[in-house]
């Protein structure tokens, strides 16, 4: 099964397109007019509006008063000021890891500037 790999940056510059090219890749029948109704919903403002919506429901959140919040600041670039450098590079290895157990393909090694575990051993 092929896979289908969106960045950040690509849907904060056009949502409406990069669901179009979801649905298309998930097979999944609506119309276009059906995707731009779902848009609003996709917004950062809207998913913290409405945070208990989209906050993981498997684990009970405490609130400590810091003023965090599961939905983040909706910019591009934001996870180096949330995650320290080792964090955000151990949660790219484990999630290349498990996502291609039998090696990163060839375009993602160029992307990345990494290899798959099965060459650098």
Known sequence: RRSRVLS????KRDIGKVCQRIVAHCGIEI???EIEECLPLFDVTYMKENNEKFAPRSVEWVDRSDGFTFIRKGRSGDSRSAFRT???????T???????????????QQILGVTSPSESS
């Open 8 to 11: 950040y940056d690509e849907m």
């Open 31 to 33: 119309t276009e007019a």
């Open 86 to 92: 080792d964090g955000c590079e151990a949660l790219m």
């Open 94 to 108: 484990a999630m290349l890891e498990n996502s291609f157990p039998e090696g990163h393909p060839r375009y993602l």
